[in-house]
């Protein structure tokens, strides 16, 4: 499961600057934070998650490997890139490929850093990408409905509530609102996500404030938070510039400078957070003295779905799974101790595996 975060936002707001600190503190930490790049503009980082450094710890394990995800840094938009205007047409293929959005906004003042409309608005700069994207669904959903219209008629059930879905999302994007805000059962998920429509993906606003704001977020910023609050999109607070230059800097040194800013850990370690909570996922760990390894799932998927990441045969030929809750592995130091207060429980099947679970499978194939 690769799960990909668009960073998306008009031109010189931030966006490589963020890409860049993301990439090189991933690339710093080589050891236990492992960085590839897979494209230029692509870049897999390691989910920041304390609980793996004690799990390895009494677990005894050589090696840690967290889980990953990558970010994708996008051209700048501009107006009319839904008309193909810039990098249009590009720009509109990288979001597609995406599972959630980070919209960069400028909130810094700084008269050396040209903003393409001369005013630092980041609602208004928000607006202006967020229809643009909008404007790319409605025509991709114009293109298609005649298409589907007519399966439909020809009592295609699939085109039927392919033609509902299309209509419903229609009228919510002309009322100018995100895909993400139609309608749906849990029966429509599939054919909806179908459409890959760009604004029903999850969405996270990403304030980018100046040096002094790091902490405490400033007066745009506060805007930004009370619009994502309405808009069901997270928030994150965060200063591109001293992210960058943090990434520069040693293990130590990156602790005195962030103290000395009254922040407790870098925002990317929040930024990437956010983004893997947006994405609804969760973990749960492996723990032996090879590796103890952070596993990507969804929250709800059972345990033989969470065999599966690990490989097919897992979740084929699942019989059951030793699960240790993440506070018993700790608190009763490691499988021994739990198994002795009989804490490590044997799930079957229809077990929904909680965050942080330690599992231990058992297979036959
Ligand atoms: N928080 C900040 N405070 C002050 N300056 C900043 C901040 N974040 C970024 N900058 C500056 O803004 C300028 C533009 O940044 P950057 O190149 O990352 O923008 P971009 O969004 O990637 O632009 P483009 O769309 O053109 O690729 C750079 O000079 C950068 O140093
Ligand atoms: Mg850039």
Redesign the pocket.
Known sequence: MGFKMGIV??????????FNALTRTAAAQAANFPFCTIEPNVGEVSVPDPRLEKLAAIGKSATILPARMSFV?I??LVKGASQGEGLGNQFLANIRETDAIAY?LRC?E?SN?IHVSNKVDPLADADVVETELMLADLESLEKRRAGVEKKAKGNDKEAKVTLELIDRALAVLREGKSARFVKRDPEEEKAFRELQLLTSKPALYVC????GSAATGNALSRQVEDYAKANDAGVVVI????ESQLAQLSDEEQAEYLSSLDLEQPGLNRLIRAAYDLLNLQTYFTVGPKETRAWTIHKGDRAPQAAGVIHTDFERGFIRAQTIGYDDFVGLNGEQGAKEAGKARDEGKDYVVKDGDVMLFKFNV
């Open positions: 936002g008009l031109p010189n707001v931030g966006k490589s600057t963020l840094d051209a700048g960069v810094f700084d850093v980018n404030v100046d040096e200063s591109a510039e001293i």
